[in-house]
């Protein structure tokens, strides 16, 4: 504890007696100050006990009194210390009373104590208040560090926690919780995701406070990691503000997480070049290589259903990669993620925890630009817009078939504005948006243009009867009866189709053609 004015009082050798204030001598003292100024508020930072004899105050002037401590009371000033014996025999009623009224502490020094000793009394505390927060620092680093190297990050949550007689948290790059000691505070933790996220966006290091005195606690958020993102976040709350020691503690708490969090990411970009080769192996049709450079270390990956997910665009998918391998991390799951440019390629076990954030995370996106998840006119993204294609669930051995699923769904996505699309949608779901694409509707206008060009001059219309005779399939009557024209008529406008065309109606590849570019120009009108 640093020194108090009530230590001093209770100093033996100082002699002091309080003549005011006796009701806030608990408060700390800062530094003891001697100034015989009338005005030394300018030179004061709070916290100081000011020391004088009065030597150019009129100190029995009730007015002055009270402006001169109104003012030491503004800036701070914790208590005044009045040498009695050297200007005045005994501390005038007038400065008395004005420090009653303000609710300063008033210290008679007596003539046998000379204002230096009473600064080498407050040097000397303070020195001592320092020593213990520095002993008490080094204690907890050992401490800290031993849970660390035993139990992990658990268990130096755990540790900082009773250090502090708070709470702590640690957060993964994505801001969900990993860990929390003790166990209650992990709904605390929960409630400071956005305020992670906010640091989160910050160069490392970085750090901020989160509450207050009108809160629950004052929460402390600082980034964990060297590189530009911040690869974790500590939280620590308290009820007040953290002392010497406390803070000791906090900061040997980051340097160990950070050391923590770096050799993890060295080990990662380790499983990254593994994951890689892994990855060629399976798209080149060796899955027993694949399983056997794998190991354990993606083993049960391949050993059930999985998805393949492609993603392009926002950085290489860095944020969606964060997000995928958090969601595994702390569902057990092994998840494959590569970075290939500006390419990202997930390999994430059917139905789970790291297929599912994909797929929210791609929501979340689609809703902060506005769009719908439904199929709507096609607007190309952005390039530096992530856009994600999902395969249809696969294993080892189709890994190749499943990778060209996901190309397939990420290039439709990319033309439909969307964020995701998923392989399976494509499969159940109609043709007939893909022929939105502006190269199909350029095919569609100039296969069709000379029909429409012959239709505008008032001498048929061949489109319609086109367009009613494909529908029928051919059915001469049925389309004739559509048309309300005589079969021979519909014949006879056939054969000009054909003539104009230079193409066969007889041919299923030209029908299908036809049919095709009919309905990529109906889309447009």
Known sequence: MPPTLASLVHHSALKLTVRAGADRLDVP???????????????????????????????????????????????????????????????????????????????????????????????????????????????????????????????????????????????????????????????????????????????????????????????????IGTGRRPRAALAVGTEAALGTAERYAVHSAIALLTLTTERSRSLHEAEQRIGAAVLRMLLAGEPDHARAVAGDLYGGLLDAPFRVIVAEGEAGGSGLAEVVEAAGARAGEAVLAVPEGERLVVLAADGGAAARACAEYAASLEASRGTASTIREPSPAEDDDLVIGLSAPAGPTAAAAAYKQAEQALSVARRRGRVLVEHEQLATGSVLPLLADDAVKAFADGLLRALHDHDATGRGDLVASLRAWLSRHGQWDAAAADLGVHRHTLRYRMRRVEEILGRSLDDPDVRMELWLALKATAAEQ
């Not at 505390?125 to 992990?152: C, H, M, P, S």
């Open 29 to 223: 003292v800062r530094w003891a100050h001697v100034s015989e100024l009338a005005d030394p508020v300018p030179y004061m930072e709070g916290g100081e006990l000011l020391l004088i004899t009065a030597l150019k105050l009129d100190a029995e002037d009730p007015e002055a009194m009270r402006r001169y401590v109104r003012r030491l009371v503004g800036a701070g000033v914790v208590g005044l210390g009045f040498a009695i014996g050297v200007n005045y025999e005994e501390i005038p009623k007038a400065l008395v009373d004005a420090a009653e009224e303000e609710g300063l502490p008033l210290l008679e020094v007596p003539r046998r104590t000379p204002f230096l000793a009473i600064t080498k009394a407050v040097s000397a505390a303070i020195a001592a208040d320092q020593y213990r927060a520095v002993t008490a620092g080094f204690a907890a680093q050992r401490e800290l560090t031993k849970q660390a190297l035993n139990d992990g990050p658990e268990g130096l949550l755990g540790a900082l926690a009773a250090q502090v007689d708070g709470w702590a948290a640690l957060y993964d790059a994505s801001g969900a919780v990993v860990a929390a000691a003790p166990e209650w505070a992990g709904r605390r933790a929960a409630r400071l995701t956005a305020d992670v996220e906010r640091l989160r966006d910050r160069p490392a290091p970085a750090s901020s406070v989160v509450g207050g005195p009108d809160h629950e606690d004052r929460v402390e958020l600082h980034s």
